[in-house]
């Protein structure tokens, strides 16, 4: 099954901000506009559900197609050009 959590955040990026843990530290606002800071996993920050679906597709499979064959190709290379630098 294709992936629903598309990443606007690609997780290979967020890992020059990531701790010895393997998480990034998130900071929202809450309660306010007080400040709250969180260690998450990449994986789990900078998505959205269905960020990138074809809503007009009824097959699972063609409505992820965005994410999965082309953002992943666009993730791999920018991996690649980021690994460069």
Sequence with gaps: CSPKRHHYLPEFYQKGWMGFDHKVTVFRRVNGGKLDRQ????????????????????????RQRVESV?????????????AEI
């Design 70 to 82: 082309f953002m992943r190709r666009v993730d791999s290379l920018a991996y690649e050009a980021l």
């Design 39 to 62: 260690r998450k996993a990449r994986k789990s920050v900078g998505w959205e559900s269905e960020l990138y679906a074809d809503l007009s597709e009824v097959d699972p499979e063609l």
